[in-house]
């Protein structure tokens, strides 16, 4: 039973490996642009954080 499932996991498995494809180059670049944008965000936030907790810890 446990070598059925096994490879009844690995047959999902393969039928998404074989579904996935290499992104264009414009789906790179805007994933790219996303993952940039929500880093600089993400800074952001933290930044202003920092900066309005500093008098707080003085």
């Given at each position: 039973?446990?070598?059925?499932?096994?490879?009844?996991?690995?047959?999902?498995?393969?039928?998404?490996?074989?579904?996935a494809?290499?992104?264009?180059?414009?789906?790179?670049?805007?994933?790219?642009?996303?993952?940039?944008?929500?880093?600089?965000?993400?800074?952001?936030?933290?930044?202003?954080?920092?900066v309005m907790?500093?008098?707080?810890?003085?």
């Amino acid at each position: 039973m446990a070598f059925n499932f096994e490879e009844e996991i690995f047959h999902k498995y393969w039928r998404v490996i074989k579904l996935a494809r290499t992104p264009t180059r414009d789906e790179f670049t805007k994933i790219a642009l996303v993952a940039a944008a929500g880093i600089l965000i993400i800074g952001l936030i933290g930044f202003l954080v920092y900066v309005m907790m500093l008098p707080v810890s003085r």
